[in-house]
């Protein structure tokens, strides 16, 4: 069962976890399960989604129950008038901890022609592991917040690959040797990027939404070892008191 995060005559918000594919598409095979689908098992009437994630990326999802609702959604998306917060693990500590990253990308096609992108961050939490890797005998990672502000494919994963900071878990962007690592001493076979809060007009009535999605055992494990709960908790705290 999905978990439904609100829901009303308009729309739907669910928390879409990690490696489920939202929908069809030439990115993933025709035998996999999908988010739209199991969805319509639990909710009636007709369904559009809002907006995309990836596959690997878990946190709040957005859905319309009708066309015109879609639309007016997506013209929300379009006009960059969305707020999208994603909490993050990096390889490395970011420096400076807070930044804007001004990176133009392709679309899915690396190939393609690139246009602006730019993320905002900030990091939240840093920790150091005595775990020899290469010829580091420990390795420092950060828990850091990401700000979207344009829309671009797999944007915050590769503007973090951009400044050498990768998101660990991050097949396609990442390091496979930290993957690994994570992997073996964490119990982590995940993504670490989350959409965790989303603020949008109602398509109805233009009332101001902000939809939060909580995190799996994995992120709930991972902030208690590394002492980041506390931080994790404040940054909550701080998106509420500014709604």
Partial sequence: MLEILYQDDDIVAVNKPANLAVHRSKFVGPDDAFLID???????????????LDRATSGVL??????????????QFMGRSVRKRYLAVVRGWPDPETGTID???????DTGPRRDATTDYKQLGTTEVDIALGRYDKQRYAFAVAEPRTGRFRQIRKHFAHIHHPIVGD???????????????FSSHRLLLHAARLEFEHPADGR????????????LKLLERFNWSSA????????????
């Fill in 232 to 243: 994790y908790a404040e940054q909550v705290e701080a998106w509420k008191a500014s709604s």
């Fill in 103 to 109: 990176y133009p990308l392709p679309g899915s096609r």
């Fill in 62 to 75: 957005l859905v319309a129950r009708s066309p015109e609702a879609a639309g007016q959604l997506g013209e």
């Fill in 171 to 185: 097949s396609q962007h990442g390091r496979g040797d930290h993957n690994r690592l994570f992997k073996q001493y």
């Fill in 208 to 219: 101001l939404m902000a939809v939060e999605a909580g995190l799996d055992e994995t992120w």
């Fill in 38 to 52: 199991l969805l319509r098992e639990q909710v009636e009437g007709k369904l559009h989604l809002a907006h995309r």
